[in-house]
């Protein structure tokens, strides 16, 4: 098919936020679009990829003074850095955009205008509790205990000028959309939480303008005021093709607009289902035809961040396990509708059983048989039994199921349907039993019809694989000797040519890996990247517990104050079955807390975690360690703490 006749098809991720290096749970993303562009790519579509950072905003101003760089010089880093891994995880992304980019900065300046000449964006004030010294706005729930959530200190009711968007204004229009356009929100639950939770109640005016800092596209008009989030980042996905708001859009916007399929994380839908939209209506723009929220990768209890100090990096994850490792596992791990979760031992489960027990001793048996018996030469010698045709329909059928499944984005299925030929593929060699074949002369050409059958099944899956784990797909075929096969040409089998050659030198795909070895690799990197913790001298009493406490009053209880706390370091209690000790910072103070709870968490754990504090509580003395204050956690039926 020529390039100009082939259909458009534009597949976008959110862009990063360059506050921090984005861990595995943020890489996600990336490779799940890449699967799918990929696999739109096979299918002969003509496929526009964009992914991209946000740079802008007060975090990243605020990190970067922290960091004694200028934002610019921050994001720089950042964006480095987020794009390092996406080429590390062989991401095939046409456009890398950053929001600090200067023709997207002059679209959003004047999409920013264009919307308040014509009346959709009005002046207003912006109000909210404000903390001078942090120069920082807070609604009532994210002050922590009235206070200011970053330095503890008092708060004051106040307002600052701020530009809005008349989201209602809109709100009809998006709700026939949306209800003519059931494909338009994926999954569909997310939909029936949108309509239900925000289009339905109404829709507040959305702030679009900040003075409180400066880290942003200033309006053209009013320069005091930086453009604030959404606006500026949302238009990346025009900016990005070459949207021009005079109306000299390029002819890549032209082509590739409306997208196909925006693809984010399930917390940001509203933004893109809602405000996107309505922005798009505002400024005459047809809609995007999906937006799909996928699920999170989460690491054992959890949502991967960095203050829970569970997070875990691909290119970590690259050095143990390799890259299309890491992508099988995060593709296959991740269901459509629910949360994956991520573990060392789950993906060393998952390479000793899938890649290297069904994929690579698949294809390492099938070439070393292949060597043995006829030198490598693969002769379709076309003595068939009825296990044939089987094999053949598995294989063909699970063409067009995987075909299916990447139309409805479910993608770890597609994978388990690649690995479903996989699997037939096994167990057609122990139907076939090449060895026992291979003692009879006479069954020498059924032997090498059995061969020829695995090598073409084999092609046709490492083709699939293509999309998926692109790295292990060209080594297969480069060890069969075959180019990869068309996505159109797998209405058949037999297209392997008939005498073809596969390498005398197969190389292993997947080594196996001992659990236990990499535990103990994966304790000491953790070990050396702790930070180092005060040793504590006091001698040490065995087995403390605490003790139970009479029953008390309400007007006892009333006496407790409570405050959220941040473990920032913890340690075991050495002779005690029980204690941790943990340092918690609460508000600008730091207090050591002695807690009974080793059985139910490792000081690493810990490390990151907010707590609830009993703050006034007398110190004492627990195994010889001073104690001031008490950790909270609620307790399940079966003892587990949390
Ligand atoms: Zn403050």
């Given at each position: ?126 109000e909210g509790m404000y903390c001078?010294?942090?120069?920082s706005f807070f609604t009532e729930s994210q002050l922590v205990d009235g206070k200011c959530p970053?330095?503890?200190?008092e708060v004051q009711p106040a ?484």
């Amino acid at each position: 098919m020529c390039k100009e006749c082939k259909k458009p098809y534009y597949i976008t991720t959110a862009i990063a936020y360059t506050s921090g290096k984005p861990h595995i749970g943020n890489t996600y993303e990336i490779v799940l679009a890449d699967s799918i562009a990929r696999f739109k790519r096979a299918q002969g579509y003509d496929v526009r990829f964009q992914t991209g950072t946000d740079e802008h905003g007060q975090k990243i101003e605020l990190k970067a003074e922290a960091a004694g760089v200028t934002p610019k010089e921050y994001v720089d880093n950042v964006a480095g850095q987020v794009k390092a891994i996406w080429d590390l995880m062989n991401t095939s992304y046409d456009k890398f955009i950053r929001t600090t980019d200067a023709d997207h900065e002059a679209q959003v300046q004047k999409i920013f205008k264009r919307l308040y000449d014509q009346g959709d964006i009005y002046k207003g004030y912006y109000e909210g509790m404000y903390c001078t010294p942090c120069e920082s706005f807070f609604t009532e729930s994210q002050l922590v205990d009235g206070k200011c959530p970053d330095c503890g200190r008092e708060v004051q009711p106040a307002k600052e000028e701020a530009y809005f968007f008349k989201m209602s204004k809109y709100a009809d229009r998006l709700i026939q959309y949306i209800n003519d356009h059931p494909e338009f929100i994926q999954p569909v639950s997310r939909k029936n939480e949108m309509m239900n939770n925000f289009l339905l109640p109404g829709l507040q005016d959305l702030c679009v303008s900040r003075t409180s800092f400066n880290w942003g596209i200033p309006v053209s008009f009013d320069p005091k005021h930086v453009t604030y989030v959404w606006l500026d980042a949302l238009t990346n996905y025009i900016t990005g093709l070459g949207y021009d708001c005079d109306g000299n859009s390029s002819e890549m916007f032209k082509k590739y607009w409306p997208a196909d399929l925006h693809l984010i994380g399930k917390d940001i839908i509203r933004f893109h289902t809602i405000y996107w939209p309505i922005f798009l209506m505002a400024l005459d723009l047809p809609l995007p035809k999906q937006v799909f929220g996928h699920p999170w990768l989460l690491q054992g209890d959890g949502k991967m961040s960095k203050s829970k100090g569970n997070v875990l990096y691909a290119d970590t994850l690259v050095d143990f396990f390799g890259v299309d490792a890491v992508r099988y596992f995060v593709l296959h791990e991740m269901p459509f509708d629910n949360d994956g979760v991520i573990s060392w031992e789950l993906m060393v489960e998952r390479l000793n059983s899938d890649l290297a027990n069904i994929l690579g001793n698949l294809v390492n048996r099938t070439i070393s048989m292949s060597n043995k018996y006829f030198d490598g030469v693969v002769r379709n010698a076309g003595v068939t039994e009825d296990v044939d045709a089987d094999l053949k329909a598995v294989v063909l059928d699970e063409v067009k199921k995987i075909n299916d499944k990447m139309d409805q984005l479910r993608v770890a299925d597609a994978i388990t349907e690649i690995f479903n030929i996989f699997r037939r593929c096994n167990k057609y060699i122990d139907e076939t039993m090449p060895w026992a074949l291979a003692k009879d002369e006479a069954k020498k050409d059924r032997l090498a019809t059995v061969l020829y059958n695995l090598v073409e099944a084999i092609t046709i899956g490492a083709s699939l694989l293509e999309a998926f784990m692109p790295e292990t797909s060209d080594k297969i075929l480069s060890q069969l000797q075959t180019e990869k096969r068309e996505l159109s040409a797998m209405d058949q089998f037999g297209l392997y040519p008939d005498g073809g050659k596969v390498t005398d030198k197969p190389e292993i795909l997947f080594a196996r890996m001992d659990i236990k070895e990499v535990m103990e690799k994966v304790e000491a990197m953790r070990a050396a990247e702790a930070p180092a913790e005060e040793k504590k001298e006091e001698p040490e009493e065995e087995g403390i517990d605490i003790e139970a406490k009479p029953e008390i009053t309400y007007d006892d209880f009333a006496k407790l104050q409570f405050q959220v706390g941040e473990i920032i370091a913890c340690e075991a209690v050495k002779k005690s079955k029980k204690l941790l000790c943990s340092q918690v910072k609460i508000g600008s103070q730091v207090k050591q807390i002695v807690s009974g709870i080793k059985a139910h968490y490792t000081p690493e754990e810990m490390v990151g975690k907010k707590v609830m504090v009993v703050v006034n509580l007398k110190p004492a003395k627990l195994a010889g360690i001073l104690s001031e204050g008490m950790l909270l956690c609620a307790e399940d039926a079966d003892g587990n703490l949390s």
